[in-house]
């Protein structure tokens, strides 16, 4: 009897390339000594003795670091490690730091090397992830860089406790306060079959008990906060702490979709892992009083993202990182603006679209913004707006964020409307069937509340999906105008090239690349009856909904990860050779390797448009 | 006599306070007619065997006994009469085999009674030399653990499938033997590494675990 005769670690294999393209035959031969390991999570393994062979991650993450704390890689269920200490006998001393805690499979060192001479693809493959290692290795050598940047962008779950203390309803405060002080903590969670109903916390008690004098006996569900703030556990250090210090709580219960506790977030925990972080932009943000002191602050914007690329963050968290901070700074700009010109004499939103709204900026993002008004404003009224607005749109040009060059700001008296106005305008451009009057429209259907009571902002999206849905023949619209595009891939595969100017023999990953897939998405997204904005969101919400094979839609969420994060470096590398932002690549600097997977996320991109095409095109073509 | 049997048992009690990846464990699952030792027969045996403190695949077995009469449990076991006919082995060397691993190894199961039960009506009707198994029970292990850290759990949750979700252990649709064995020995894993790295034998013994003595009716 072998290991593949387990049911569940055959199937395992079978699923997991490149050890699904082995032979049955081959996969039984290496799976022969192979032993499975339990790592919680905060572990380092060095990859000697024993553990100096491959492994694979049953169920888990981990990260790869250098042995003075660099990041090298992030990999998660599926993926190896080890296979330097296999191949090269890991001169460089790599470690594994297990992020979650993860089940492995151990291979035999001399099993493998018998699998890797025997199947070519399979060698092909770790040739390939050790390439990509050593790339990223040599990235993070040449750039000495301390981590400060990476403490925002971890995941809430690394730093959170996962023991909770817990109390029902029905307790007395007396009770929850001695589990408290034996616990040594500062807040326990009040929970009802297993859901979470409030919090108490030692100030609480403080205040609600002490304070009044109240009964020893009182009980808990008197006491407690009722539906506290929570955070979901993918959130960042960085939302937690936007979120902590806007709603002035210390205490952050982490709960997960099925609105289970899966751990608690205190402001301690916070300030634990935040000694490295001289630079959180985000809280000197908020205590500046002028623009100038806030464009000064923002000169650091830059820096901060090539700081996040390089420290191999992934794409989509480095779009939320930006997004926050973007975020933040209009805010911030609002509440100076109104420093100067009084408050508002009505409620409005600032509303933010394109990028901004998807959460996918990058280095050199431009701005598109409009506001929302609750009721139609009187001349002075209006004047008020354009003053803040202007201050506002003018305060980002300043700190960075360019004015929009089609003019799509707050500042334009055009993009400043009640609901009414702005429903009456995305009326007209669901109605009308020209894809050119889309295509200039297409980046207001990627709309965000940045600032004001954003259940208005629902409401609007909410009509629009309606009336995307009564309009069968707009997403037929939107649709050609999507696929107007198309990838840069010629008929015998090779990359069509940029033929004159000043990108002559490049490729422009934005607008050939990453615009066709947020298009796709954003074509998906608006077909779904629940609005998404984000494009992993909006493909993901396209799976939930049956709009999309799960598949393909995994093919596309990868080929947008791949290329943003080709985009970043790529921008990041000719922002600091050239100080602008570019987007374009010379193909010819990447590896055969890279360009081949280059080729075949561009070539994802147009089966998904054929996809697209006979989905939303079919009869009205 | 006397000093030999306190030398042992001097010798056994060191040697629970070394840590629990110094010993061998064999991880056991049957699957059975029904859920009363007495009346109900076994059906199969699946187990994989622990080492070092990392699960050893090579060792998995899954045995389908000979004979077993099968009929009602076959919807939730999968196994069917060609299973047995195809694969079926004699109880009795089953059981001999079993006995030869367990001389080295400690018994682990996931709600032990069950289990437990079983083969001590298997021995009494077996015959085979009566030795005593020490043994864990990863449930009690987890009910313990519930216990200590006051949370109560909803009904149901101490089984093997909402216990492993604790430690973030992925969900297996099978449920033969073999299957329950290795996700009870992940679960293991799981625990012992929950208890911190320098997890003993006997702390995991405190919480769950135990010594029975198998012995045969027939006199050898």
Known sequence: MAALDIPEVQKFMASVPPFSSLELAQRAQLLHGVSMLYVRQGQTMTLEGDSATVHLIRRGACEIRTPKGGLVDQIADGECFGVFSVMSQNADGLQVVAMEDSLFYRFEKARFLDALASNEAFGLFFEHTQHNRLRKLSRRQNNELSSPAFQLSMPVTQIMTRQLIQASPDETVQAIAMRMTDARVSSILVLEQGRLLGIVTDRDLRSRILALGGSANSLVADVMTESPRTLSPDALVMEAQTLMSESNVHHLPIVDDELKVVGMLTAADLLRHQELSPLLLMNQIHRQQSVESLAQVCKQWPTLIINLVVTDMKPADIGKVLATLSDSLIKRLIELAQQQFGPAPMAFQFLVFGSQARRDQSLGSDQDNGLMLEREPTNDESAYFTALSEFVCQGLALCGVRLCPGNIMASNLKWRMTKAGWQQMFSTWIKSSSPNALLNASIFFDIRCVYGDDAAVDELLEGMQQEIEKNSLFLATLTRSALAAKPPLGFFRSFVLESSGEHKNQLDLKHQGLALINDLARLYGLSCRTYRVGTLERIEQAIREKRMSVDTAGNLMDAWEQLNELRLETQSVSWQTSGKASAYLDPTRLSPLERKHLKTTFSIISEVQDVAQQRFLRGYS | ?220
């Open chain 2, 1 to 220: 006599m006397l000093i030999e049997a306190l030398k042992n048992h001097w010798h056994a009690r060191q040697m629970t306070k070394r840590s629990w990846c110094d010993w061998d464990y064999l991880v056991l699952d049957i699957e059975t007619t029904g859920l009363d030792a007495k009346q109900d027969k076994i059906v199969s045996f699946g187990w994989v065997c622990v080492q070092n403190g990392t699960i050893d695949l090579d060792s998995a077995r899954h045995i389908v006994l000979e004979g077993a009469e099968i009929g009602e449990s076959v919807g939730i076991h999968m196994i069917t009469d060609s299973d047995v006919a195809l694969l079926g082995k004699k109880q009795e060397s089953v059981l001999r085999y079993l006995r030869q691993l367990l001389r080295k190894r400690i018994l682990v199961m996931h709600h032990g009674p069950m289990e437990l039960g079983f083969l001590k009506q298997a021995w009494q009707e077996a015959a085979l030399p009566a030795f005593s198994v020490s043994w864990l029970d990863t449930l009690a292990i987890e009910r313990t653990k519930a216990n200590r850290n006051q949370q109560p759990i909803v009904e149901g949750g101490f089984r093997l499938g909402e216990s492993r979700k604790r430690y973030g252990l992925p969900d297996y649709d099978g449920h033969d033997a073999l299957t329950d064995a290795l996700a009870t020995a992940e679960l293991l894993l799981a625990q012992a590494a929950y208890q911190g790295v320098d997890c003993r034998l006997h702390d995991l013994n405190q919480m769950g675990g135990g010594r029975t003595r198998l012995v045969s009716r027939l006199s050898l």
